[in-house]
């Protein structure tokens, strides 16, 4: 199943709790995405743990966006947890970019999935995609609640960049309308990780995901 377009965006603080998920949903995903929720709650060391357990890709979705040395020092730290991807801010600027790019694999935000985004990051999204473009970062991130960006960020981004999709499931956005935008990976929190049976919910996306792709 390790072709699989699924990633767990696993928000919670428990160390133990995240680990019982991870290991009951590994089958159905493609990565485990952390967040600072889990990595306050639990420290750093969890995203090592996660990667033990699992033997997936973790994504450390961080949304850096400081100074490129501030950059490079928290990401260095996070990479050397057994990271797999940062995911970082673009409108820090590039220089800011590359110092993260300098340690590791990154995933540029060029729009998001809550109402807000509409305030600056949206209309900020063609620089945003333009500096990956320059940059080819592994990929992108665009919001599952509005496929009409996940398309508008397709039709301008070059081939083989990713875009991984947020907002499946409780903030309203679907897996086939997200696929068929153009997103390769779909991102679902609370949908697997406050069910009562993460794993039979994380098969029954999985299954999802593979109908429509």
Known sequence: MRGNRLILALDVYEQDRALRIATATAPYLWA????????????????????????????????????PNTNRLVSRKVFEAGADYVIAHG??????????MEEGEVIL???????????????ATDGLVEMANELKP????????????????????????????????????????AIKAGADFLIVGRSIYSSQNPEESARALWEEVRRWS
Not at 109 to 123: L, N, Q, R, W, Y
């Open 138 to 177: 592994f990929g992108v991130v665009a919001p599952a609640t509005r496929p009409e960006r996940i398309a508008y960020v397709r039709e301008r981004l070059l081939n083989g960049i990713k875009i991984l999709s947020p907002g499946v499931g409780a903030q309203g956005g679907r897996i086939r309308d």
């Open 109 to 123: 935000v060029v729009d998001m999935s809550h109402g807000g985004a509409k305030e600056f990051i949206t209309p």
């Open 32 to 67: 485990i995405k952390v967040n600072w929720p889990l990595i306050l709650g639990s420290g750093l060391g969890v995203i090592t743990k996660l990667k033990k357990v699992t033997d997936l890709p973790v994504i450390a979705d961080l949304k850096l966006a400081d100074i």
């Open 91 to 100: 409108f820090a600027g590039r220089d800011s970019v590359e110092a993260v």
